[in-house]
């Protein structure tokens, strides 16, 4: 049986006088006939007696009602001729969702999709919850059902390869998708707990909301993505990366709890203190454990402003040398380091194709050629930023100055500007909206992120930048290290057995064009080739918001260890394998023979 919430206590909803009789007539009803069948009030008093009502505004308020009700009996139906769930017709009212179950094919093709542009699956149905409990119900629902059904939470979608699909379920929108339909159904929105230094977020919240919600207190969450169009509950599940993670540690490790809807509906408050194996196992847990409906995020006054700095390298170990240099200050007093230290490679006509190029003019005009072409035309860009406001805008330069004198640049190559703190960690935003304008955008993303450690780093370059990559980028190429030991090893996520270990992010566009080098397939098989070149040099790295296909390549990519924790986890929070399939980690139990990867 379900768990259902009484209809009793919610006066909203109006009850069928003959639920149960409705139910069956409407589960018997051809499901193409049903797709077209009018909303009328006539209608739904047909599936629900209405009793006649004097007034008219009120009979409209019934028929909405009403009409809510009926989508929802007719997604679940659909689900039951689907995939076979079991549930008593009488129950199908009472799951007692307060969001919306829909089958809408509009809804179902918004989440059917991703940022990659590689992979489609269709669901059978989309629920846009209104509350944490909306969640719990559905997921309870799949696990209790005979057959059962995948339930796969989408953030906002920007995977690259299918992660946050399903074509064997529901997919729950979880940043209230379908805005633009007025569906906006996203519990309330952030709390911030000013002396404390947190917020208490939705999972499915987009960081830029966070941000928003946070600065009217003067705070702001410590780490960050370098884009934040993306949910709250997307990133922790993979792990949150940015300039600042060599000092504050990727997003998930500046949570302090989480609220789970774990594989069997059940819906639980995580901490160090309070299930803590369920804490760590969701922290970059690629959404297999449950799906994360509330975070409390650690927060840190706010800077005002940022003196965002750009210098250039010809010399690959002098570039290495000082971003390792600037992440070994993460213990240091503020005014020590700086508060951001990322990079980038420039691979001759890089610039134009990076979405930061716009940062070299117009004031800042560089003439890439005159910078030196010595190592096979390749640059290398390292990015620095130093919070400030106006407190300590007076000893700015200084701080600056004592940091840049150490490190060693091209010195002619330097490119300073000041943004407020906002604009610059909204940059990507500014990227995207130039390319949506010019329909560079919506193409596949065929991208990889690699973790490589720090003793190999010289090889990839040699090997990638200088090789593989044949002079063409097709996109922005980061590169940045990142201490380990702001990691914590108890979480899901994966990184190499090094110290310190690097972030390599090829994040290129596929264009329809006759330039062979920008095609998708061009790109992707390139990929390949920079995957076995690392692979055949024995460079152990390992992916960033991985996507393999095979068991053994999971079983490699967790190592034996966390391979065997990961399965412990999984049989203890999901037991049926029925959230986010589309990571392709597990098969679920209803469907072994089914998926690509055998069951295990
Ligand atoms: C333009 C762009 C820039 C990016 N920049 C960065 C960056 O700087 N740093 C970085 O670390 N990443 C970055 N990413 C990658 C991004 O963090 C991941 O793609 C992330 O998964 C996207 O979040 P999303 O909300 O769209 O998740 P989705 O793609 O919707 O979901 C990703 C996975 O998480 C699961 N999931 C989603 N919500 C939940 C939840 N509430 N609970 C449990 N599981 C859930 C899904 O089922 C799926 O398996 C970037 C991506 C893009 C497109």
């Known amino acids: 049986m379900l768990r259902s919430k009484s209809l009793k206590r919610n006066p909203a909803y109006v009850i069928s006088t003959t639920p149960h009789a409705a139910a069956t007539r409407f589960c018997s009803f051809p499901l193409r006939r049903c797709a077209h069948f009018p909303l009328s009030f006539t209608s739904i008093s047909f599936l629900y007696k209405i009793p006649p009502h004097k007034n008219h505004t009120e009979s409209k308020k019934i028929t909405k009602i009403m009409a809510s009700k009926f989508l929802l009996t007719f997604a679940i139906c659909r689900l039951i001729v689907a995939v076979g769930l079991t549930l008593n017709p009488t129950d199908l009212p009472r799951l007692g969702i307060d969001g919306r179950l829909t089958v809408d094919p509009s809804h179902i093709e918004e989440v059917s999709g991703d940022f990659g542009g590689m992979h489609r699956a269709e669901p059978l149905a989309v629920l846009h919850p209104a509350t944490a409990s909306d969640v719990a119900r559905l997921v309870r629902a799949a696990y209790e059902s005979a057959d059962g059904f995948a339930v796969s939470a989408r953030g906002h979608g920007h995977s690259i390869n299918g992660q946050s699909q399903t074509s064997n379920g529901v997919v729950i929108d979880m940043s209230g998708g379908g805005g633009s339909r007025g569906l906006r159904l996203k519990p309330a929105g952030p709390r911030v707990f000013e002396k404390e230094r947190y917020v208490d977020v939705w999972g499915g919240e987009l960081w830029i909301d966070v941000l928003r919600h946070t600065l009217e207190y003067g705070l702001a969450p410590k780490s960050w ?4 169009y ?25 949570v302090h709890e989480v609220d789970v809807v774990t594989g069997k509906g059940d819906l639980m408050t995580c901490s160090e203190e309070q299930n803590e194996e369920l804490f760590h196992a969701v922290l970059g847990g690629l959404g297999q454990f449950g799906i994360i409906t509330r975070a409390r995020i650690a927060l840190e006054p706010a800077p005002k402003m940022v003196r965002w700095i750009r210098v250039l390298y010809s010399n690959f170990s002098e570039f290495t040398h000082d971003q390792e240099f600037l992440i070994s200050l993460q213990g240091k007093p503020v005014s020590e380091k700086f508060d951001y230290v990322e990079g980038f490679v420039i691979v001759d006509e890089g610039l134009i194709n990076n979405w930061r190029s716009s940062f070299f003019s117009p004031s800042n005009p560089v003439k890439i050629s005159s910078l030196g072409g010595a190592n096979g035309g390749v640059l290398y860009c390292l990015e620095i930023v130093k919070n400030y406001d106006e407190s300590s805008a007076g000893t700015l330069d200084e701080e600056v100055e004592a940091l840049m004198q150490k490190l060693k640049f091209i010195p002619a190559s330097v490119f300073k500007t000041d943004v407020p703190y906002v604009d610059f960690l909204d940059r990507v935003h500014t990227a995207e909206l130039k390319l949506r304008s010019k329909g560079l955008w919506d193409v596949p ?3 990889l992120n690699l973790f490589v450690p720090k003793s190999r780093i010289a090889e990839f ?8 990559l044949g002079k063409k980028t097709s996109g922005p190429i980061l590169i940045y290290p990142m201490n380990k030991n702001k990691w914590d090893e108890r979480s899901s996520a994966v990184t190499p057995d090094e110290e310190v270990f690097y972030l390599v992010a090829l994040l290129r566009s596929a264009l329809d064009t006759d330039d062979e080098t920008q095609t998708l397939e061009y790109l992707s098989n390139q990929n390949r080739q920079i995957l076995r070149f ?33 399965q412990q986890r999984k049989l203890e929070f999901d037991p049926k394998r029925i959230l986010a399939t589309g990571q392709r980690i597990f ?14």
């Open 225 to 228: 993505t370098d884009y934040l």
């Open 230 to 254: 993306l949910s709250v509950g997307g990133t922790l599940s993979n792990a949150g990366i940015s300039g600042q993670a060599f000092n504050h540690g990727p997003q998930i490790g500046n």
């Open 445 to 447: 993303h065929p991208w």
């Open 461 to 468: 370059d040699k090997g990638v930048f200088k090789g593989i």
């Open 534 to 566: 690392c692979n055949e040099a024995g460079i152990n790295l390992k992916q960033y918001l991985p996507h393999y296909t095979t068991k053994s390549e999971w079983m490699d990519h967790f190592g034996p260890d966390k391979w065997a924790l990961f």
């Open 587 to 600: 098969s679920p139990s209803f469907a072994a023979s089914t998926m690509a990867a055998s069951s295990w």
